[in-house]
Nanobody, 123 residues
Framework: QVQLVESGGGLVQAGGSLRLSCAAS????????MAWFRQAPGKEREFVAS???????YHAASVKGRFTISRDNAKNTLYLQMNSLKPEDTAVYYC?????????????????WGQGTQVTVSS
């Protein structure tokens, strides 16, 4: 089993920055694909960014250039650095992982999820 625990969310003004962390425990491997998703009230869960073995990353167009996904395999921790935040970034942010390989963007590809952390950006 894999357990994921997110932290780092909060309230920030537009233009500000936050760094989310996701600590993984249990059976985790550096080769696992990991990702961040977000879900705003009344909306579908949305892909944000993914990372795979070797540090390969993929970011959604809506966050590219503002958000950066990274991982520290020694610490079993996934990060999401969020800069130039906008009110439309307000959502619950979830980390997810899967033993499957590749830069996966579909929520259905991931079998393990954290409980989420709230990010609120005020205008």
């Amino acid at each position: 089993q894999v357990q994921l625990v997110e932290s780092g969310g909060g309230l920030v003004q537009a233009g500000g920055s936050l760094r989310l962390s996701c600590a993984a425990s249990g059976r985790t491997f550096s080769s696992y694909s990991m990702a961040w998703f977000r879900q705003a009230p009344g909306k579908e869960r949305e892909f944000v960014a993914s990372i795979w073995s070797g540090g390969h990353t993929y970011h959604a167009a809506s966050v590219k250039g503002r958000f950066t996904i990274s991982r520290d395999n020694a610490k079993n921790t996934l990060y999401l650095q969020m800069n130039s935040l906008k009110p439309e970034d307000t959502a619950v942010y979830y980390c997810a992982t899967t033993p499957r390989a590749g830069l996966l963007t579909a929520a259905s590809s991931y079998g393990y999820w954290g409980q989420g952390t709230q990010v609120t950006v005020s205008s």
